[in-house]
């Protein structure tokens, strides 16, 4: 008989979800390298690609969220919720998890219902400062709750919930004595000030319009700029004002060097996502945050006031950045001081070997 613990991970959609998901993964197989680990995602959906390239089986439900301003499209969701509960309850049946873990994202659901309806123990990561409603539903029969924020008794059962931060990519965040290895990858001067613009894999229209608006003005202070503009936004960007625009401009689709490009960067513009957030407070560098509007319960605003209370980052408004943004950009970096403050605030927020703690609570709820 085998008694190496079994595991389901559950959820996707984005990259805020499946790199938290495989972080836990990885923390699993060097504590526990004996246990099975199935992971269980939305079909069509990124994780369906990402989760084996790191090395792990998954398997698809046919699920999607609601579809804003597509009454016609949201008209087969519950359809699609009510085969998606079975189906994953025919994974549960077939795999026989002793866990199963839940990171968000439109698979989560129906996988800890019917882990729930199975009396399978199951744990929830919840991500951002404002929990989702599907986690919101579950986190009453859940075991644990690992959160990455303060306050989030107001959306679960305060005796389940502990406080891990959200797993980060290891190798992302470790950049000491990367700087100069970082600006030679980039072909930069690493003498100069530099700036790391990032949208995620899949950019940001706001983040993108509003560096092309005042790319003069970036190069006329002689600030360099690593810009990832994300794959909707790349050919857009390369058509418009050309690949080699000026030495001192940097421009990519994906930073595969991730950990490089952070090295090199004095300051950083990015979304607020909740796992860049965390990356960010492990990075320990000057943070201007542009929270995206288009998400639900606009979580990325929560995110970064969590940040912005605390004198850790500099937070500018969606509708503000296309003239605001480079401004308040080249004025942080020419404030060393504000540069140091920030720097400090931000690195006492980091929690660090989140996917360590988690992965040793999912292997407690283990039952043998």
């Not at 199963?100 to 991500?127: F, H």
């Not at 107001?154 to 290895?181: C, Y």
């Not at 949208?199 to 360099?224: C, Y």
């Not at 004025?331 to 720097?343: A, D, G, Q, V």
Request: charged share 20%; proline share 4%.
């Amino acid at each position: 008989m085998n008694n190496f613990p079994k595991i389901i991970i559950s959820g996707g959609g984005t990259g805020g979800h499946i790199f938290p998901a495989i972080a836990i993964a990885n923390a699993l197989k060097r504590i526990s390298p004996q246990c099975e680990i199935l992971f269980v995602g939305a079909e069509g959906k990124m994780e369906m690609e990402k989760v084996p390239a790191a090395g792990y089986e998954i398997e698809g439900l046919n699920i999607r969220g609601i579809q804003r301003g597509s009454v016609l499209r949201n008209l087969t969701l519950p359809f699609k919720v009510i085969e998606s509960v079975r189906k994953a309850g025919k994974i549960i049946e077939r795999f026989k998890p002793d866990v199963v873990v839940g990171v968000g994202g439109y698979a989560s659901g129906p996988l800890l219902y019917a882990a729930s309806s199975r009396k399978i123990p199951y744990l929830i990561q919840e991500q951002n400062s404002f929990a989702g409603v599907t986690n919101k539903l579950l986190s009453k029969n859940a075991s644990k709750i690992c959160v990455a924020f303060d306050g989030m008794e107001q959306f679960f059962p305060a005796d389940k919930i502990l406080k891990t931060g959200n797993p980060v990519r290891r190798d992302v965040v470790e950049i000491a004595g990367k700087h100069h290895a970082g600006a030679e990858l980039l072909k930069l001067n690493p003498l100069k000030k530099t700036i790391l613009v990032t949208g995620g894999s899949l950019g940001a229209g706001t983040l993108n319009k509003s560096i092309e608006k005042h790319l003069d003005e970036i190069i006329a202070n002689d600030v360099q700029l690593i810009w990832q503009t994300g794959k909707f936004y790349y050919n857009g960007v390369i058509e418009r004002i050309g690949l080699n625009y000026h030495p001192n401009i940097c421009i990519l689709e994906f930073l595969n060097k991730m950990d490089l490009a952070y090295a090199a960067a004095d300051i950083i513009i990015s979304r607020a996502g909740a796992g860049t957030i965390a990356e960010l407070c492990i990075i320990q560098k000057p943070v201007v945050l542009v929270p995206s509007p288009n998400v639900a319960e606009d979580h990325q605003t929560k995110n970064a006031m969590a940040l912005v209370k605390n004198n850790a980052a500099v937070i500018i408004k969606d509708s503000a950045a296309e003239d605001t943004l480079v401004k308040e950009a080249l004025s942080l970096l020419n404030n060393s001081e504000k540069c140091e403050t920030l720097s400090k605030n931000i690195g006492k927020m980091a929690l660090v070997n989140a996917d360590t703690i988690i992965a040793q609570q999912v292997l407690k709820l283990v039952k043998h």
